[in-house]
């Protein structure tokens, strides 16, 4: 079937291992669904939404949250990123629409959006950009993860902030393109990293997904059937396809994404404008019970090297950096959190790309209107990449 975009928001901890799931396997729905707290059901072409009461949600079967008390809103926000508060005033973001929401149905009250996930052909293990510059060893059996990425290493981040404009790259089977952010602890054996973009795969029917996994990513799952993350909002399902799309040399479709760190010690996420929930920090085994020291963001491949050669799966927009606005994909309006709140721009960023000739990345010089921005993105399988 044809690549779709989707809200993709990814969990890579120790978080796996407490679920008892080894080796990547994934856990079924079924497992994490009681049918009873289905209150209401949401069709539409190629998907399905199960509004599920959200005090049964698959997180709370997770043994550390036992007995979480469900918090609906940040106990704290960034500077800025207050209740009622919109994008930072030099963003364009726009807000997209999910396909199931063409009906003009949301969930309701009390309850949450989880889009039943047919389809398991994908693959199962995940890796980390500065990891796998070096080791992709980490990367599914015979395949290779590619990253063309802008990374700041640091101390003491409590969030990341910015923008990126929404496209359907052409994808082969059983693997994936995304755009995503990385925060993290910085890496080792057992890093703690929470990811937030899009993501396309033809493989399977997902939209906003989470992975969660542990030991320098050896285990891990996809989506809301990998307990853990909370979700409070009852509008947008994790999984669904994302719409609008860019059009190459036309419209661009922006997608505006903040992950912060309130009070609490959880880790939100604010996707279009709307908070979607959280992950609360006694799911961390490692450094993201406190603040992250590393931020990254960019797009992200799996190459399953079909036939011997360089996958032609697309990276962005398909095009190389070179070819800019309207027809490269980017990131812009880059910012992160300091302590107390305040945002800082995001000017020291570094690119860094693991096969340039097949994606590439391009950081510009700062400007009023993008702030801190980069270009990237690539074809894959070319004359110069084989």
């Known amino acids: ?9 990814l969990l890579l901890s120790s978080l796996h291992l407490a679920l008892g799931v080894s080796n990547g396997g994934i856990i079924d729905d079924t497992l994490l669904i009681d049918p009873t707290s289905i209150l209401k059901t949401i069709s ?8 599920v009461d959200i005090y049964k949600q698959p997180a709370f079967s997770h043994p550390r949250l036992r007995n979480h008390t469900l918090q609906m809103e940040p106990s704290s926000y960034p500077i800025g990123l ?19 929401h063409k009906k003009g149905e949301y969930c309701p009250e009390g309850s949450i959006p989880i889009l039943r996930s047919l389809d398991e052909d994908f693959p199962k293990k995940h890796t980390h950009p500065l990891a796998s510059t070096t080791n992709n060893s ?109 059009i190459y040399g036309g419209e661009q479709h922006l997608m505006g994404i903040k992950v912060y760190r309130d009070g609490q010690g959880n880790w939100w996420v604010n996707v279009l404008g709307q908070n979607l929930g959280y992950w609360p920090p006694n799911l961390f085994n490692g450094g993201l019970r406190g603040p992250a020291s590393l931020i990254e963001w960019g797009g992200e491949v799996i190459n399953s090297n079909p036939q011997g050669v360089h996958t032609s799966t697309q990276m962005g927009s398909g095009h190389f950096p070179s070819e800019s606005y309207s027809r490269a994909a980017y990131f812009k309006n880059l910012q992160y959190i300091v302590d107390g709140g305040g945002l800082e721009d995001a000017k020291d960023i ?9 994606y590439d990345i391009q950081v510009q010089k700062p400007s009023r209107e993008w702030g801190s921005y980069f270009y990237y993105g690539g074809p894959g399988l070319s004359a110069n990449c084989k």
Do not use: H
């Open 350 to 358: 570094t690119g860094q790309a693991t096969r340039p000739e097949c």
């Open 82 to 100: 207050e209740p009622k508060s919109t994008f930072p005033s030099n963003s364009s973001s726009e807000v997209n629409i999910q396909s199931w």
């Open 138 to 246: 980490l990367a599914p059996p015979g395949f290779k993860a590619e990253y063309a990425v802008a990374f700041l290493p640091g101390s003491n981040f409590y969030g990341a902030l910015g923008e990126i404009n929404v496209w359907n790259p052409k994808t082969l089977k059983k693997e994936l393109s995304a755009s995503q952010f990385w925060v993290t602890d910085g890496g080792g054996k057992d890093i703690d990293s929470v990811e937030v973009g899009w993501m396309v795969s033809p493989s399977i029917s997902l939209g906003e997904c989470f992975y969660a996994g542990a030991d320098g990513y050896n285990t891990g799952c996809y989506n809301v059937r990998c307990s853990g993350f909370v979700q409070t909002n009852r509008k947008i399902a994790l999984g669904a396809f994302l719409t609008p799309i860019s």
């Open 44 to 51: 539409e072409v190629g998907e399905i939404i199960d509004c």
């Open 1 to 9: 079937m044809p690549s779709k975009s989707w809200i993709v928001i």
